[in-house]
């Protein structure tokens, strides 16, 4: 601040002129909506490289769903734009599984994003064992380092292999944070209730000593549990931490202050914490300071009520005030308003939840181009199906609240489905504003008669977050627009059927796809794959009823006649076969996959694999399980000799296999489990 106007020099009109701009240069922020991104995201690094904010996430997902970063871009705080998978986890060499708590960094025009993978343990299986775990262990991980010309990525693995793999003072090596201080580089770390201070070398490929020759030093506040962060403001630095479960509603984040980021600190207590009705296990966050200001907010992660889902996490952001001796004020969460721009349907339809809806919402899409449409609690009656455009400058999207209601009136007579994203003005087109459309929220109700979902053309569709009911297929992906090629990205889908024969969850007829997080119940056959390219994660589909022993023998869990699928962590639940391989299918990919049976009868087949023709899969820690012989239980049944297919590792929950026809000890190249 300028204390005096004297424009006598040179100095002072150079002093106001900055003044100035860093007032009128430093952009308006826009209105704030908590949660600040669509969907399940936690463990948020919030940075600034120029004039725009960016956001590196981890996606809140199951372990296994997680094997990717989003990352997002804002000029403003409110309104945020996705960059979505900047980095796999397939692209980083060692790392197995998921990917999470990211950190980014701008460094000599490089951008550096430091993360944590695999959930690693010592190798003596204790907690505080130094013992590190072989490459190639299931377990073995660490934290990571990728690179990239932009902070929107794609980043590209570093070093190719951990930078730190080790336990040291039983801190596992997992939630780093990154900090620059005096033109030196220092990272924090630690789980399992341990955290660690080491020093950085220039290029991040390694670590150097610290100045008292220690490779690391043991930073561990009072009540640390994971999540570190360090920042500075007027000479003084703050050191925050989560302490409780993450899991739980005791959750929270304390602090400390001190001189130095090297210490000694004074712990200062909670300053973030659950807070009814809002939101419960609030915790690892990052902080940002609004350039030209001592404007500061706290981003973090927080589980809404009434929501007891460990993972349903959402990204939030909050306003972070000092008081004037510099400690930080109790920060008090915030829902915000509906964000400006939503176009609410309920207002302009004026229904009362019982006459036909579907020609005014129609008009509704028509008349709204590059809209989200809202739908708020409550029953909306269709005759016929909704259509979305596909072409960018018409699309839509639709969002419904979580008690929004789509349903398939009495006497629905259409074989398409109720809501057809992309099934009007289709155009191929990824690059344009409006391109990445879809549907969010709300219920899906078929009412026995009707299919639910269809996606029809476009690109990059996304469907998150819905529940399905009561339909004869779930959801239907058509052939994409480019070559075949959909890329739509659908998450998060809890689905129950007609139970009728044809009935079918997930039904796939286009490649390169990506679903997650899927549960399903009573299809006749659980997913369906007709193209190929396309990776499932944590599917599960379950037959809970069953007609008659004729309707069973044909159940099937996952119907594969494409090629190139992948299969992780995915769940056959009591479907007579849990894996049908057709003659087309080639190359499938299952890693860590169940199939299970918790009854049998005499006269019912249970049939983990079987292939119409030749084996060609590739499978690795399989899961079986048979509950008695009264059935005819087999592994893997083939319809033709031959095949590259490999089975790595079988594990029988109970082994009751009785098939005279299984051929798995033909193709099983590992160890079978008892």
């Not at 056959?525 to 994660?537: D, E, I, Y």
Request: proline letters at 6%; charged letters at 25%; hydrophobic letters at 35%.
């Amino acid at each position: 601040m300028i204390d005096k106007f004297d424009f006598s020099s040179r100095r002072r009109l150079a002093t106001l002129a900055a003044w100035l701009l860093a007032i009128f240069a430093n952009p308006v922020l826009g209105a704030i909506e908590n949660p600040i991104i669509d969907g399940w995201y936690a463990d948020p690094q919030i940075r600034r490289y120029g004039d725009e904010y960016w956001l590196f996430p981890t996606y809140s997902g199951s372990y296994s769903g997680q094997p990717f970063f989003d990352v997002f871009s804002s000029g403003d705080l409110g309104n945020w734009t996705k960059h979505g998978k900047a980095l796999k986890a397939e692209d980083i060499s060692w790392a197995r599984s998921a990917l999470w708590a990211p950190d980014a960094h701008e460094k000599d025009g490089k951008y550096y994003l430091f993360f944590s993978a695999n959930d690693t343990s010592p190798a003596d299986g204790s907690r505080t064992g130094t013992v590190v775990r072989a490459v190639g262990d299931p377990k073995y991980g660490g934290i990571g380092v990728a690179v990239s010309d932009k902070p929107e990525g794609p980043y590209r693995d570093l070093i190719g292999k951990p930078l730190v793999d080790q336990f040291w003072n039983g801190a596992q090596p997992i939630d780093q944070y990154v900090f620059e201080y005096k033109g030196e580089w220092y990272m924090l770390y630690g789980g399992w209730g341990r955290c660690n201070l080491v020093k950085l070398a220039p290029d991040f490929k390694s670590l150097l000593p610290l100045e008292d020759g220690r490779m690391w030093r043991d930073m561990t506040p009072p009540g640390y549990v994971e999540g570190s962060v360090m920042f500075e403001r007027r000479g003084r630095w703050y050191f925050m931490y989560s302490s409780g479960s993450w899991t739980k509603d005791n959750y929270r984040i304390n602090y400390c202050v001190g001189d130095s980021p090297f210490g000694p600190f004074e712990f200062k207590g909670t300053v973030l914490s659950s807070q009814k009705p809002i939101a419960t296990g609030a915790g690892h966050n990052s902080v940002v300071c609004v350039p030209g200001t001592d404007e500061w907010y706290i981003c973090y992660h927080r589980r809404p009520i009434p929501s007891r889902s460990p993972n349903h996490r959402v990204t939030c952001l909050d306003r972070m005030r000092f008081a004037e001796n510099g400690d930080i004020e109790p920060v008090v969460m915030t829902k915000g308003p509906r964000p400006t721009g939503l176009v609410n349907v309920a207002e302009l339809l004026n229904s009362n939840g019982k006459t036909d809806v579907s020609a005014a919402i129609q008009r509704i899409i028509d008349m709204n181009p590059n809209q989200t449409l809202w739908f708020p609690d409550g029953v909306y009656p269709l005759s016929k199906p909704i259509c979305t455009p596909a072409d960018p400058a018409r699309a839509v999207s639709l969002h419904l609240s979580d008690f929004a209601v789509l349903r398939a009136m009495p006497g629905w007579a259409h074989s398409n489905a109720m809501v057809r994203l992309g099934g009007i003005h289709p155009k191929n087109d990824n690059r344009s504003t409006g391109s990445v459309y879809g549907l969010r929220g709300g219920v899906i109700d078929g009412a026995g008669v009707a299919t639910a979902i269809s996606i029809e053309s476009g690109r990059e569709t996304r469907v998150q977050n819905v529940s399905i009911k009561r339909a004869h297929v779930g959801i239907h992906v058509k052939k994409g627009a480019n070559s075949g090629s959909a890329d739509c990205d659908i998450r998060d889908i809890d689905m129950t059927g007609d139970n009728a024969p044809g009935s079918i969850g997930l039904l796939v007829e286009a490649h390169d796809n990506t679903f997650s997080n899927f549960r399903m119940v009573d299809f006749q056959t659980g997913v369906r794959l007709r193209g190929s390219g396309n990776f499932l994660t944590n599917i599960h589909p379950l037959l809970s009823r069953v007609s008659n022993q004729r309707f069973f023998n044909d159940t099937v869990g996952f119907d594969d006649n494409s090629g190139n699928n992948s299969y992780l962590r995915c769940y056959s639940d009591q479907f007579s076969t849990g894996w049908l391989f057709g003659p087309k299918s080639d190359n499938a990919d299952l890693d860590g996959c169940v199939a299970f049976w918790y009854d049998s009868d005499p006269g019912k087949r249970h049939t983990v694999i079987r292939c119409e023709g030749q084996f060609k899969a590739l499978v690795d820690d399989l899961w079986a399980g048979f509950r008695d012989t009264k059935a005819t239980n087999a592994v893997l049944l083939v319809g033709k000799e031959g095949g590259h297919g490999v089975i790595r590792d079988i594990r029988l929950v109970e082994d009751r296999l009785n098939a005279l026809d299984d051929r798995f000890r033909d193709y099983l190249t590992g160890r079978l489990h008892p």
